[in-house]
């Protein structure tokens, strides 16, 4: 099948943004100013990479993408908790996400330490109040959430965080620089894949095949986000370039070689599509995302 990615992408972009608005509308109350930056940042210009995953999951074993809307929004008010704490002073302080004043410099640093909070926390609720939707199928939503917990939490992004910044400043084996990176960026794009496939009722060999896809994806992500960071034009980026060499970060270029590291990200690519062999035309979308993430410029 040959589909129009862009298209695709752009539909889908849209399908989340409507029902993220939906589910944290900036509506004055008595907190207004911690949902005004939740908002802000929730609605800075995000790819919407993890929500389309798991859409794309979902379709892949026959399933009705805006069934798992609720699983998607959560994910990406994840994620968006996970960047806002990682852009304070305390982390990697960095004043520009996607081109625009981080959420600590729009509003201050405790706003935005409360906004991550407020995202973390709501993208629970969400799931949780989706019950609702899932009837009869409780414990697969419930295994979902759990997921989501797991990749999130200290077995995942944030344990992961916490190894890289430790890692700064040193040298890493490519071993140590995989551990990081599986569990800082590769749980939660892992489990991006694997909710949407659970909540669309995917039999358990489709999940077996969709999450090994979503980890090759995960990694293949990373490698393509340190190239990213060397090669990279900072105004398609909306940040600045070159940062993770100032800050002595951990990076697949830095340990294999720049070439080295385009040639293993092609790898994890193949792999991944390859994970998808027995799925149909209808796994297309998915071999189409990851093949862009070696041409991506953002
Ligand atoms: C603070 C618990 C905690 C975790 C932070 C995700 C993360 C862990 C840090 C972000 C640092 C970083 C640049 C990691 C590389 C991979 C990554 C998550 C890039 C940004 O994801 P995209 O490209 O972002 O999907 P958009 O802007 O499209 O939403």
């Not at 069934?67 to 990682?86: G, K, N, Q, R």
Request: hydrophobic letters at 45%.
């Amino acid at each position: 099948m040959n589909m129009d990615l862009k298209a695709y992408l752009a539909e889908r972009r849209g399908l989340v943004n409507r029902a993220l608005e939906a589910y944290l509308p900036a509506v004055r109350g008595p907190a207004f100013r911690v949902v005004q930056a939740m908002h802000y940042s929730l609605f800075a210009g995000g790819k919407r990479l993890r929500p389309i995953l798991c859409l794309a999951a979902a379709e892949a074993v026959g399933g009705d993408p805006s069934e798992v809307l609720p699983v998607a929004c959560a994910l990406e008010m994840i994620h968006t908790y996970s960047l806002i704490h990682d852009d304070l002073p305390a982390m990697d302080d960095d004043d520009l996400r996607r081109g625009q004043p981080t959420c600590h410099k729009k509003f201050d640093e405790a706003t935005a330490i409360l906004a991550g909070d407020g995202l973390l926390t709501a993208a629970f609720q969400i799931m949780a109040d989706a019950a609702s939707r899932f009837e009869g199928r409780e414990r697969d939503l419930l295994a979902v959430i759990r997921l989501i917990a797991a990749a999130a939490g200290y077995p995942g992004m944030v344990g992961g965080q916490m190894l890289d910044l430790q890692a700064e400043g040193r040298k890493v084996t490519l071993k140590e620089l995989e551990t990081i990176h599986r569990m800082k960026t590769g749980a939660l794009l892992t489990a991006s894949v694997r909710s949407g496939a659970v909540m669309a009722g995917g039999t358990r060999a489709e999940v077996t095949a969709l999450t090994s896809y979503g980890e090759k994806f995960g990694l293949a992500f990373q490698v393509t986000d340190d190239l990213l960071d060397v090669e990279g034009e900072a105004g398609e980026m909306g940040k600045a370039t070159g940062m993770d060499a100032q800050r002595q970060k951990a990076t697949y270029p830095g340990v294999l070689g720049r070439q080295e590291a385009k040639e293993w990200a092609q790898r994890l690519v193949e792999t991944a599509v390859a994970d998808l062999q027995d799925f149909g035309p209808v796994a297309e979308p998915l071999r189409e995302v990851a093949r862009y993430l070696l041409v991506r410029r953002s």
